[in-house]
């Protein structure tokens, strides 16, 4: 089970997607965005996931070097047609786009359909907050898969359906929040299934529809929950109106598509703060409201008080000296595809 230096880690997973057929650039973007992931903890859209990715394209799911289509738009609005590429690279590039249309029109929104998994959300949100926006995003997994039992339900009806929110300020850590409206995302499910752990109840019920903590659970039929235990109906609704937002709007639908193929569809939205107030302004008083917030005293037990973002920017300073513990289930998937494949690896 080894720790290993985040560029190292980089450097495998662009050199495994290249060797299974990605391009040079498309890699680095991809391999980019899940090593950022380990890095911030959140580890179920990390390296365990170049495995997924990898199958996908031998299955001819997802389409290295797809073209990117904008198939309508406006001077504030764009829609996009992924060709099924790597989302990461589609998504990107179309939060770009947005940001550009907001420079010149102060908001603009984009919708994006037939892509692969963009990961975490927060990285594309952030983009626009680098260039002095409020950043908003929507996932869905569109027509793939559904994990998540709507509430009072046990059968799967929806996605984890996640959406992120992102601030300019001027704290060290950017503010942001970036949550899926499950009780917990899949990929955490299958991270604690890979390093044989139970998982808190209140995250899945059996296909049974009865409450359990075998994260195994999840692929034998069970279905996540949603957000908000005993209020449930919060994080219910929100997914709802997230999967409108994400699969209706984008114009992928609802359900499954009976070849279960992979595709998240997205809205962006991005708002220039310039255009409601100066944003040297604004971003100052989001500063201080940050620390304001994380200058109340502690609870019992808690050790002190962290805005939205800040824990995501410890974690990465911290795994960047330390380097990212791969699982060992996941250590020998990556192996076993390097050999596959050809690859020696270094580490």
Same mark, same amino acid.
């Given at each position: 089970m080894p720790t290993i230096a985040a560029d190292q880690l980089q450097t495998i997973a662009a050199r495994l997607l290249q060797a299974a057929g990605a391009?040079?650039?498309?890699a680095a973007i991809v391999a980019r965005h899940c090593v950022g992931a380990n890095l911030a903890g959140h580890d179920s859209h990390g390296i365990i996931q170049i495995p997924n990715y990898i199958a996908q394209i031998k299955k001819g799911d997802l389409v290295p070097g797809a073209p990117f289509e904008i198939v309508q738009e406006t001077a504030t609005t764009?829609?996009?047609d992924g060709h099924w590429g790597?989302?990461?690279?589609?998504? %990107?590039?179309?939060?770009?786009i947005t940001i550009d249309k907001a420079r010149q029109n102060n908001v603009a929104a984009t919708t994006v359909y037939r892509q692969g998994h963009i990961g975490r959300l927060t990285d594309y949100a952030l983009m626009a907050a680098e260039a002095g926006m409020i950043g908003l995003m929507t996932a869905d997994s569109g027509r793939g898969p559904k994990f998540v039992a709507p509430l009072g339900g046990r059968t799967r009806r929806l996605g984890s359906n996640p959406i992120c929110i992102a601030m300019p300020s001027n704290l060290e850590a950017p503010l942001f929040i970036d949550m899926a409206t499950s009780?917990?995302?899949?990929?955490?499910?299958k991270v604690a299934a890979q390093r044989g752990t139970n998982?808190? %109840?209140g995250w899945v019920i059996s296909q049974a529809g009865q409450p359990t903590t075998d994260p195994n659970a999840l692929d034998q039929g069970g279905a996540l929950l949603p957000l908000g235990g005993s209020e449930g109906?919060?994080?219910y609704g929100l997914s709802v109106m997230i999967e409108i937002f994400s699969g209706i709007l984008t114009g992928l639908g609802f359900g499954v598509e009976p070849s279960g193929r992979h595709n998240d569809g997205c809205f962006i939205a991005a708002f220039k703060v310039d255009a409601f107030r100066p944003l040297e302004q604004f971003k100052a008083e989001v500063t201080e409201f940050a620390h304001y917030l994380t200058a109340s005293p502690p609870a019992a037990g808690v050790d002190r008080v962290y805005y939205p973002g800040e824990l995501e920017h410890l974690r990465t300073q911290e795994r960047l000296a330390t380097g990212i513990f791969v699982e060992e289930a996941t250590w020998d998937q990556i192996k076993r595809l390097a050999g596959e494949l050809g690859l020696e690896l270094e580490i």
């Open positions: 391009g040079e650039e498309e764009t829609v996009v790597f989302g990461f690279v589609v998504s %990107e590039r179309a939060m770009q009780a917990v995302a899949v990929g955490k499910i998982i808190p %109840e109906y919060k994080g």
